[in-house]
């Protein structure tokens, strides 16, 4: 009688440790259910989030943020009522052991009610859908055309030169104007409609600035449109969202919007005469390790090789033809690098850190002054440069591996390998640092 | 009922016999006779008692056991697959040498001859029953070599028929194909529609007979070559050839039927009588003089005449660039009609061979002044 006695209490004693056990984790789960649920819900009410769609800087932005608002709305009411239904259900007829209700089949009003309700939903939800598409479809009053063009992984920007000689509606303060090209920040007047123009070199790539507008693809031999407006001067961040390849999370693009008076002084120095570095000076050796290791691929526009004589009759232009050696038949121009703030598709920053967020912060007052600084000596992202200049690959994912080069005839996607020695990349730095 | 020792024996028997006669007969010598004679009387004595003793394996007074022996039971079907196998692997061996596509037919062969062979040495031991045997083999067999032998019959058919078609004349050719043959068809099949006592034996031979006719033909055809192809030349060849002026050429032929409609230009450049002049998609503005285009990109020009006489858009491009070609131009395009360019430009306008070869330009033979001048950055 006492042994079982004792194994009772045993079992008694091991139904209670399995019940604890269960609690316990039972509890768990459920803090960290709402750990996580905590953390998605708080990650959407990041202040600092560049590539917010809920805080609109543009126009079309502003449309498709306020159609947003009521579709986003009604979704999460009838997500609600939904939701506490099923609940509501589940809890009140779970099993209890009764007896199974009687089953009928049918119930024609409740039928078309659960018709008719979504029906006005969407209807309602149409209507001014149809509108915002068409409203973002307008490109009648254009102020200014830019081209855009996608590869392998950086965005390429170049600017008509209009009849009138002006470019987005600026005349060069000096001279006459000739196209620009530029890459990762595209630079817009404020208060302009501008219109990108887009295409592809290579794949399919998706252009976004969540805070400007909505998306675009940009398919090879076809030509998209995409306005891009603001008000406000600033950086606003975006990024290709078709999957292109290797490096599409680094595919990254900036919009900068600068107030007119800065636009044009931007405009201006985009348009002055190369300038060849000192003679003697560390960035005049880089020029020459430019032309012999860069420029094949990298136009900097203006570039003379002189061959290190003094007669002018054998200076010749240095023309690039990536055509010959990179897939998409691009690379970044060079020519204003340190005008703009970031280098390999925007994936990295020109600036340091604390100069970045100098610029990044400042508010649209400063910011045009403090951008239009560009890169100097100071403020130079040295680490990033450095490693990028001694193995790119290496740095950013890209199809360079010459052995790996079959099905694209040797081209590479992306920046090759250059086997460039540390004196090599000094003078590289201190001839780029002048290229603004 | 004769064991396999008693064939042999008393197929020896035979050879020697006929061996002996044709001695006799033909060479003579006595010895030589007698000695042919003596072999077909031991051949036959021996091929006697191996009847008798059933190839040795019983006793001749066990009756049950005799029926029974081994050597006695039924002997296995012929086979073709050993044959096939042996063909197959001296069209692998002739393959290796000679073309891979023989190589894989050989191999093919090789495996559907041994999964044939062992599929039907599987079937013969599933009973006793030779005809269950056979009906067993098919129920597996058929799903695969019915659809197989459709394809291959299939194949030699269209095969042959396209030998046909390409040896003869091309208006012949449609003829033969879209008349004659259709109302043949039609014509066989309303026969055999309407004659329902038609047997499957006069079937299969009136196939079998349009069959070996067509195959025939295809032989033929093929051995005489096919008809000599006219080859019709796109703008891009007569660009190359110096000839995108004013005159009509063959590639001119229906020229504004070939824009898609979804097709996605850069730019319309329109040709009226004051001149060449063009616009972007998605801006109200008429432009002339230059044009900016993209480098390294593939652009869709769409060109539109405007004027009374029928015109061509030429494109100058960068001869000196390995590539690239020296013009590219558009068919000629009759009055309100249009035609896409598409263009490539592998380096900047401000390349010096591009600058010594005149530059990059979009004109219009024949139409002085109708001229843009392509800015590529």
């Not at chain 2, 229906?254 to 801006?283: E, I, M, N, R």
Request: aromatic share 8%.
């Amino acid at each position: 009688m006492s042994h079982s006695h004792e194994d009772h209490e045993r079992t008694m004693s091991t139904d209670v440790r399995t019940t604890r056990r269960l609690s316990s984790v039972r509890s768990s789960l459920t803090t960290a259910g709402l750990a996580v649920t905590a953390m998605i819900g708080l990650s959407a009410c990041a202040s600092n989030a560049p590539q917010d769609t809920w805080q609109p800087a543009g126009e079309n932005a502003q449309k498709i943020h306020d159609l947003q608002w009521p579709v986003f709305t009604v979704a999460g009411i009838v997500g609600v009522i939904v939701l506490v239904f099923i609940g509501v259900i589940v809890f009140r007829f779970r099993d209890k052991g009764q007896a199974i209700p009687e089953q009928t089949h049918g119930k024609a009003w409740l039928e078309y009610l659960f018709i008719a309700i979504p029906a006005v939903i969407l209807a309602a939800i149409a209507i001014p859908t149809v509108g915002v598409v068409l409203a973002l479809a307008e490109t009648d009053d254009t102020e200014c055309i830019i081209n855009v063009t996608g590869q392998q992984w950086w965005w390429e920007y170049d600017y008509e030169v209009e009849p009138d000689g002006s470019i987005c509606g600026f005349a060069p303060s000096a001279g006459e104007a000739s196209p620009i090209i530029t890459s990762g920040q595209v630079v817009i007047p404020a208060g302009t409609n501008v219109l990108l123009r887009g295409t592809s070199r290579d794949v399919i790539h998706s252009y976004w600035i969540p805070r400007l507008n909505g998306k675009r693809d940009m398919v090879p031999g076809r030509v998209h449109y995409l306005r891009l407006q603001s008000d406000t001067p600033g950086i606003y961040a975006g990024q290709c969202t078709e999957f292109c390849g290797l490096s599409h999370a680094n595919m990254r693009m900036e919009t900068v919007v600068l107030a007119p008076a800065d636009f044009q002084r931007w405009l201006d120095n985009e348009l002055e005469p190369y300038q060849s570095p000192a003679e003697g000076t560390l960035a005049k050796e880089g020029e020459a390790t430019f032309i012999t290791q860069c420029a094949r691929c990298h136009q900097v526009n203006g570039l003379v090789d002189d061959k290190g004589t003094d007669d002018t009759s054998d200076d010749t232009v240095v023309v690039s033809y990536p055509d010959q050696f990179v897939f998409s038949g691009a690379a970044p121009n060079l020519t204003n690098l340190m005008g703009r703030n970031t280098f390999a598709g925007a994936s990295w920053d020109l600036l340091t850190p604390e100069c970045r967020e100098d610029v990044w912060e400042a508010s649209p007052e400063e910011f045009g002054e403090k951008y239009l600084a560009g890169v100097t000596e100071d403020c130079l992202n040295d680490i990033d440069l450095r490693e990028w200049l001694r193995n790119a690959p290496a740095k950013k994912p890209m199809y360079a591996d010459a052995e790996l080069l079959e099905p694209t005839d040797g081209k590479t996607r992306g920046m090759p390998y250059l086997a460039l020695s540390e004196d090599q990349i000094d003078q590289l730095i201190a001839y780029l640092l002048e290229r603004k | 009922m004769f064991t396999t020792g008693s064939k042999l024996l008393l197929g020896s028997t035979v050879a020697a016999l006929i061996g002996t006669l044709l001695y006799g007969i033909l060479v003579g010598g006595i010895m030589g006779t007698v000695g042919l004679v003596s072999a077909t009387a031991a051949l036959g004595t021996f091929a006697a008692i191996n009847i008798f003793t059933r190839d040795a394996n019983v006793s001749v007074d066990d009756i049950d056991a005799f029926a029974g022996a081994a050597a006695g039971a039924e002997r296995p079907g012929s086979s073709m697959w050993p044959l096939a196998i042996g063909l197959a692997a001296a069209t692998i061996t002739l393959g290796l040498v000679t073309y891979t596509a023989i190589f894989m037919l050989g191999v093919i062969l090789l495996i559907a001859g041994i999964a044939e062979w062992m599929l039907q040495a599987w079937a013969e031991r599933a009973s006793s029953d030779a005809n269950h045997n056979r009906e067993v083999r098919g129920r597996l067999a058929y799903t695969a070599e019915m659809p197989a032998a459709a394809a291959i019959g299939l194949g030699i058919i269209i095969y042959a028929f396209s030998r046909v078609m390409l040896g003869v004349p091309s208006k012949a050719s449609t003829i033969v194909a879209f008349s004659v043959v259709a109302a043949v068809v039609l014509a066989v099949g309303a026969f055999v529609g309407s004659n329902r006592r038609i047997s499957a034996p006069t079937l299969t031979g009136l196939f079998a007979v349009a069959g070996v006719v067509l195959v025939s033909g295809g032989a033929v055809a093929g051995l005489n070559g096919e008809r000599e192809i006219e080859e019709h030349h796109t703008t891009a060849y007569y660009a190359q050839e110096g000839k995108c002026g004013t005159g009509e050429i063959s590639a001119d032929e229906h020229a504004s039927q070939t824009v898609a409609g979804k097709a996605s230009q850069a730019a319309t450049v329109v040709l009226s009588d004051s001149g060449l002049t063009y616009t972007f998609p998605g801006l109200d503005q008429v432009r002339s003089g230059s044009i900016q285009l993209p480098r390294s990109s593939a652009v869709n020009i769409l060109f539109r005449n405007e004027t009374n006489e029928h015109r061509r858009l030429v494109a100058d491009m960068a001869p000196e660039v390995e590539g690239s070609p020296a013009k590219i131009c558009s068919q000629l395009v009759e009055e309100g009609g249009v035609q896409l360019l598409t263009l490539n430009y592998p380096v900047p306008s401000f390349d010096p061979s591009v600058e010594a070869n005149g530059g990059y330009a979009l004109s219009v033979p024949g139409v002085d002044g109708a001229r843009l001048e392509v800015v590529v950055p």
